[in-house]
């Protein structure tokens, strides 16, 4: 049962719900660029955003198809319109019309992102996965991240490593480093926040319904200017009806972002 007004909709749409539309907003302005969502809250969020504030958007399968329509998450794509091999991803991070929303096991105050390890590089007191892309990607594309589980462990006043590079770094390092660099929205489970805050900081642009700013603020490991935030605006009648009946009817999500 989906309720049809807005007001409704704050009430019923679940935690998940809320984060796939500020996804979904976070991408509707892009015109049409490949949209490189890494993790499933992403992909859902994109393929809303594609059915409907941004049809122009390229998806792929997240491998190396380019798809026409917008199949449900984790489905077969019943029509392939073009290839897009590992190498050729590189073609694409380099010309520049991508949008890839990442992961952050960190991301600090000035929208560094680090997803390579923890503590010290030279001894690391956890490995994951290395830079991988971030680096081009914060230099050459749009780029958002994505964090599920807000907490100060993740949200640190600096990143142990940094992968993902926010805009002052990009500053310092260069103009071959900040022309394009263009962090875009952090997007949370508590949150939503760009890099246009004071000396290029995380700055709160909404506050999730049900949310308080002061759990936002327990859960940053650094201070947060912030004072009348608004609240993130729940998914429409419209959203509601696409996430749960078209792109997610296992409910998927709900894993994710537990309610
Ligand atoms: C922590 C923390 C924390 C976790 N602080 N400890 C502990 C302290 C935790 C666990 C342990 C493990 C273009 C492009 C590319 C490509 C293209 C080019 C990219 C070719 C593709 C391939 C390539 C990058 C895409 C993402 C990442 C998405 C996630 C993951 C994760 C970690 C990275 C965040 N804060 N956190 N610990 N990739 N993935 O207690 O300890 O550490 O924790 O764009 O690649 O090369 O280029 O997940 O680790 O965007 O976001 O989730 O590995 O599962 O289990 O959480 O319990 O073991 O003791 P994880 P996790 P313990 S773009």
Not at 213 to 238: C, I, K, Q, S
Request: proline share 7%.
């Amino acid at each position: 049962m989906v309720s049809t007004s807005s007001a409704d909709n704050g009430r019923s749409a679940t935690r998940a719900e809320v984060c796939a539309a500020a996804i979904a907003d976070a991408f509707k302005d892009d015109g049409e660029i490949f949209a490189s969502p890494m993790g499933m809250l992403p992909m859902l969020g994109v393929r809303l955003a594609k059915l409907t504030s941004n049809p122009d958007l390229v998806i792929s399968d997240g491998e190396s198809l380019f798809l026409a329509g917008t199949p449900p998450l984790f489905a077969k794509a019943e029509v392939v319109e073009g290839w897009i091999p590992f190498r050729r991803v590189f073609d694409v991070v380099a010309h520049g019309k991508r949008h890839v929303m990442m992961g952050a096991t960190q991301v600090d105050r000035h929208g560094n992102q680090n997803i390579s390890a923890v503590g010290d590089f030279a001894q690391p007191t956890r490995q994951l996965l290395g830079s991988r892309g971030a680096p081009g990607n914060t230099v050459n594309n749009r780029t958002s991240y994505w964090v599920p589980k807000h907490s100060p462990r993740v949200f640190v006043e600096r990143v142990d490593i940094v992968t993902g590079v926010g805009p002052q770094l990009a500053k310092e390092a260069g103009p071959g480093a900040a022309r394009y660099n263009d962090i875009h929205r952090v997007v949370s489970n508590l949150a939503v926040f760009d890099v246009r805050g004071a000396g290029d900081t995380l700055r709160l642009l909404s506050v999730h319904p049900g949310v308080t700013l002061d759990e936002v603020r327990e859960a940053t490991g650094f201070e947060l200017e912030a004072d009348d935030v608004p609240t993130t605006r729940a998914p429409t009648t419209e959203e509601l009806v696409i996430i749960r009946e078209v792109l997610d009817p296992r409910k998927l999500r709900e894993r994710e972002v537990p309610t």
